[in-house]
């Protein structure tokens, strides 16, 4: 499996990830050897087998609907990095002014 | 070293409750342990010396007073930074998490403190718990206590440095695909990984979540055994926790091997391991025999695949689960003119090369086009190692291989090439992957003086029968964990 | 082109100068996407309870903003609610449903997943019976499924929309609350079939009680996606969806406006392009989301952090056995047992007052009766009070009692309105009313007869006009007769009175 330079920037992009020319460089490298030795699964497993997505087989897991305490304003956004009036602040959303 | 430090846990307990000694002096011995033997081993991001000593007095008033304390009263703890502890920096080894506080104390936290565990300092790791080295720190390297040139294995590096330095009795660590019960080996220590869903995951920083679980560390498996019932238990907040009583691992701990049927896993004696590895593993299983065990040939088929489906697995999982970081909501932010740029820089600088690697490993597996080659036919493959772990507990009651291949390796020698530092967990991932116990115990040293690790697992929720194998050949064997020989922090740190 | 807000701007040029001929070349394709925010106490994977209002993040906890290590928990009374809206839709409920991750950025998203379902969804498969100018259409529901909200962002610039905003502000409060998406089979053909499916969805969310369904507030949502293709072709065309509409008419208008802009692309030649709009309300037109062209890959996976859901038989057979009446079935039994009109049931359920129409037909009164009172002056009372229907002060035997007034004659139709006003007003039962004022309707013939003769006399002129054949002149000494007895004189007999007085000359 030989991943390109498109693959992996598209890749970034998918993951937010603001890559450096030289890291997706050696990532190419790596992602491409690593994807080929996972890709080994292929060689067993067919298609009957069904996939395992819980180790252990629980079901129907709920939760009351009754309210429990929430943080407290402050509490909420006491770790965010730009805060205004309580509420958390990003830069602008879309791309264009 | 100082009595107190060189004690276990249940010796410590008989000096508490004998009044012998506080835990106020049993703190400050380990907390005096680790100013002497930090500066050589690095295993704590942050020592937490005076909520340990509060914590610590509070116990000695409770005792004076006559009020009951805890399962674990007096026992310093180190504690893997991954597991949220309110309003102390929890940073998962990562700069994304550096200065992060959590606004909560997960249910493990919770309990240990309920228990009366003096936490005595958060743990180095491999960043967000990807890694077998704990290289993979963003802040420094973890070094193994028996040759400060070698890497004590990861994630769990730290945790596990500190329980061999003598610097805490306990740890906890996490097991994706081998963090406790790698570094554990390395460090020549006992490390257990738990059926998946007996420790609540609530408030552990996530990985893979279908793989993480919490796990004791101890000098001995008595300890670990201890450390283990306080922990485990079924938690409403966490909807795969197995609802499921404290399993009882004391009543049968000391009950021996004798018919016990134990399996050595073909799959895990062949090659690949080194000289060391291989001789001193198999001299513990012939004495497992000796004891009175029935040791036979099985095997897991499909176990060879299982590092394949693991590095699909757990990447697929962890790019999701790191998606939250940012720099929105707390940790690092770099600015952007836009949210997307910002939040793509804040990535690119909080992350490391590991974090970033299986990140885009995983973003990869499960993208438009690939899902059902990669991260679908892993989980198919998954379904087969279960199978075989079912069809191999028929005929056995415990399985073992070595824990890692190989004993440690020196810092640096494996950095370069991811692939191989996977390769380290080719004996411990596939009980991660069926969601079963495993345990590692120290059974020797090989030629260079290094620990090598014997590894025993067991059925879905088997830990009696794990511990109690592991007890009887650990009562037999009679190994000296303390790190010594050339290199060893004993040449620095008596 | 500027067009007055709030009017529509005229069509396209293509559809309008080649007018009908085009329009009928193409037929419209629409499928509803709804989105119905749930009334639970709590959110859907974490306890913070749901209450509107307040300060920004005082409705969060660790869980729904998405802090490392917490973990979802899958809120019983949400499944529940998925679980009887399927039911009602007629849809298959999943022996095993799952929960997914859909993952994308964006800041309004606590984790950059959106937990959800996939290819798992708790219903698939249902039908909703649609009542349209051509009668009634089967719509087909493809399926309902489960899935949180996002939070809110507050763009910050001149304008306080997306585009040209300087930075935002994110409040989580909304993070979190359930939402079930119920999605149509692309079965609708018109902007007036889309408005009654969105209508009768409504109705029976309503019903079920599960959602205020508040389109204007966003307790409920609806995207469409509209295509178009040549009249009797089976392949679908390019579809784009259509986002924004915050009313059953706006939606109405959009649908409409998209229809014609897609024909005159058509038309002329130009394909349609695969977008999401934007209806914009101001403009009457839809327009490009200017947000980058972005074919997303969500990279769906199951959670592993939820369990499958798989609803034990008995419990939906319980849920099944304990539906309440649905608004088509609801309709469909006015009209069949009681004779209601098509349009009078449709109205009476739409009302909200179908409920005190049953206990007035239980307690006796004429199902057409009632129902003309119900649908004209008590709803019209409502409306003017502001009051609720479901609050009305008016039971169902009253509604009965003053129908039966009207029937038997103890009160003209004038005079029952004045005693509605005061039942409603809360002064006692009709019954109470009619002996407290007196309102009885004077139907005695002699007493009555005594009056005509009084009102014949004092009115010479009319009377003689009636003789002569004017019959309107009647109304007159009609109104001297209601006058003399304060409205109370029945009517009818008024006018059967005065003709026989008056065309029977000579007789008394």
């Known amino acids: ?97 | 070293m100082h009595p107190l430090v060189a004690a276990d846990a249940a010796g410590l307990q008989r000096l508490l409750h004998a009044r012998e000694a506080s835990a106020t002096e049993i703190t400050r011995a380990h907390l005096d342990r680790i100013a002497e033997t930090d500066q050589h081993v690095s295993a704590f991001i942050r020592t937490l010396d005076q909520s340990a000593l509060d914590h610590a007095g509070d116990i000695d008033r409770r005792l004076s007073d006559g009020d009951d304390v805890g399962a674990l009263a007096g026992l310093p703890l180190a504690l893997k930074d991954i597991l949220c502890m309110k309003g102390v920096e929890t940073t998962c080894g990562s700069r994304m998490l550096q200065h992060y506080r959590p606004p909560y104390d997960a249910t493990v936290v919770r309990r240990l403190r309920e228990a009366d565990a003096i936490v005595v300092g958060k743990a180095n790791m491999d960043e967000f718990a990807m890694g077998s080295s704990c290289e993979n720190s963003a802040f420094f390297p973890t070094r193994n206590p028996w040759d400060l040139q070698r890497v004590p294995g990861g994630s769990s590096g730290g945790s596990v440095a500190a329980v061999a330095a003598n610097d805490v009795p306990l740890g906890i660590g996490t097991d994706t695909g081998g963090s406790v019960r790698q570094p554990a080996a390395l460090c020549g220590v006992v490390g257990v990984k738990p059926t998946y869903g007996l420790v609540s995951r609530f408030g552990l920083i996530a990985f893979a979540s279908s793989l993480d679980q919490v796990g004791p560390i101890a000098r001995g498996v008595r300890d670990a055994a201890l450390l283990l019932e306080v922990i485990a238990g079924h938690d409403p907040r966490d909807a795969t926790s197995i609802p499921t009583e404290v399993p009882d691992l004391h009543t049968t701990l000391e009950a021996g091997v004798e018919g016990l049927r134990v399996g050595v896993v073909r799959e895990f004696m062949g090659e690949g391991m080194s000289d060391g590895v291989r001789s001193v593993v198999t001299a513990a299983i012939d004495r497992l025999g000796a004891l009175g065990a029935e040791v036979v040939d099985v095997s897991l088929p499909h176990a060879g695949y299982g590092v394949s489906a693991y590095y699909l697995i757990a990447p697929s999982e962890c790019s999701s689960n790191l998606s939250r970081y940012d720099g929105v909501r707390y940790g690092l932010r770099v600015d952007g003119e836009t949210t997307e740029r910002m939040m793509a820089s804040t990535r690119e600088a909080g992350f490391g090369p590991e974090v970033k690697r299986r990140i885009m490993i995983g973003t990869y597996a499960l993208s438009a086009g690939y899902y059902d080659a990669y991260y679908a036919q892993a989980q198919r493959v998954r379904t087969l190692i279960i199978r075989d772990y079912e069809a191999a507990y028929a005929d056995c009651d415990v399985l073992v291989s070595p824990t890692s291949p190989t004993t440690a390796f020196k810092l640096g020698e494996r950095a370069a090439d991811p692939l191989a530092m996977y390769l380290s967990d080719v004996y411990t991932i596939p009980s991660n992957l069926a969601g079963a116990p495993a345990l590692s115990l120290p059974v020797g040293l090989d030629d260079g003086g290094l620990p090598v690790g014997l590894q025993l697992m067991a059925p879905v929720l088997g830990e009696p029968v794990l511990f109690r194998a592991a007890r009887a050949l650990e009562r037999e064997l009679a190994i000296d964990s303390t790190p010594r020989g050339r290199g060893s922090l004993a040449e620095v740190a008596a | 082109m500027s067009a007055a807000p709030g009017a529509s701007p005229p069509p396209p040029t293509a559809a309008r100068d080649s007018g009908v001929e085009q329009a009928s070349r193409f037929e419209a394709v629409i499928g509803l996407e709804v989105h119905v925010e749930l009334n639970t106490a709590t959110k859907m994977f974490c306890g913070c309870a749901i209450d509107f209002g307040g300060a920004p993040n005082v409705r969060t906890c660790p869980v729904c903003l998405g802090q490392p290590g917490s973990l979802p928990m899958i809120n019983a009374k949400a499944v529940e609610s998925a679980i009887r809206l399927g039911l009602a839709l007629g849809c298959d409920i999943a022996p095993s449903s799952q929960f997914h991750r859909k993952n994308y950025f964006y800041p309004d998203m606590p984790k950059n997943y959106q937990i959800s379902q996939y290819d798992v969804p708790i219903c698939l498969g249902g039908e909703l019976q649609v009542a349209t100018a051509e009668g009634f259409r089967h719509v087909g529901i493809t399926r309902v499924h489960m899935e949180e909200d996002t939070g809110k962002s507050l763009h910050v610039g001149t304008s306080g929309r997306i585009h040209g905003a300087e930075y935002s502000l994110v409040d989580y409060n909304r993070a979190g609350i359930p939402l079930l998406e119920v999605v149509s089979e692309p079965d609708l053909r018109s902007a007036e079939q889309a408005r009654a499916y969105l209508a009768e969805l409504r109705a029976i969310v309503l019903a079920l009680g599960i959602s205020d369904a508040k389109l204007e507030e966003g307790s409920m949502r609806c995207d469409a996606n509209v295509s178009l293709r040549p009249v009797g072709h089976s392949v679908f065309g390019t579809r784009v969806e259509v986002k924004n509409m915050n009313s059953l008419r706006s939606l109405g208008r959009a649908i409409d406006y998209e229809v014609a802009r897609q024909t005159d692309r058509l038309s002329s030649g130009q394909p349609v392009v695969q977008e999401t709009r934007h209806w914009n309300e101001d403009s009457g037109t839809t327009s490009t989301l200017r947000a980058k062209e972005e074919v997303f890959d969500y990279r769906y996976f199951s959670d592993p952090d939820l369990v499958p859901v798989e609803p034990d038989s008995d419990w939906v057979q319980r849920l099944r056995a304990e539906l309440v009446e649905l608004p088509a079935a609801r309709r469909n039994r006015y009209t069949a047992e009681h004779g209601l009109s098509p349009g009078t049931a449709a109205l009476l359920q739409t009302s909200g007052l179908a409920d005190r129409f049953d206990e007035a037909v239980a307690a006796g009164a004429v199902p057409a009766d009632a129902a003309k009172w119900l649908t004209n002056e008590v709803a019209a009372w409502c409306n003017e009070h502001l009051i609720d229907s479901a609050g009305v002060p008016l039971s169902g035997a009253h509604l009965a009692e003053l129908t039966r007034f009207v029937s038997d004659g103890t009160l003209s139709t004038k005079l029952a309105r004045e005693v509605l006003e005061a039942v409603l007003a809360g002064e006692g039962s009709p019954g109470e009313v009619v002996a407290a004022r007196g309102l009885a309707q004077i139907s005695d013939t002699q007493a009555l007869g005594a009056i005509v003769d009084t009102a014949i006399a004092q009115n010479p002129d009319a009377a003689q006009r009636v003789r002569d054949g004017n019959a309107k002149a009647i109304g007159a000494l009609v109104g001297a007769v209601m006058r003399a007895t304060k409205g109370q004189a029945n009517p009818g007999l008024v006018n059967q009175l005065l003709q026989a007085r008056l065309h029977q000359a000579g007789e008394r």
């Open chain 1, 1 to 97: 499996m030989s991943l390109s330079t498109d693959d992996v920037r598209h890749v970034a992009r998918l993951a937010r990830l603001a890559l450096s020319d030289q890291e997706v460089e050696s990532l190419r490298g790596e992602l491409s050897e690593i994807l080929a030795y996972a890709d080994k699964v292929s060689e067993v497993a067919a298609a009957d087998v069904p996939p395992t997505s819980h180790a252990y087989p629980l079901r129907n897991v709920y939760r009351d609907d009754t309210p429990q305490p929430s943080l407290a304003a402050d509490e909420a956004t006491a770790a965010a990095p730009q805060a205004e009036d309580g509420r958390f602040r990003v830069p602008r959303i879309v791309e264009e002014p």
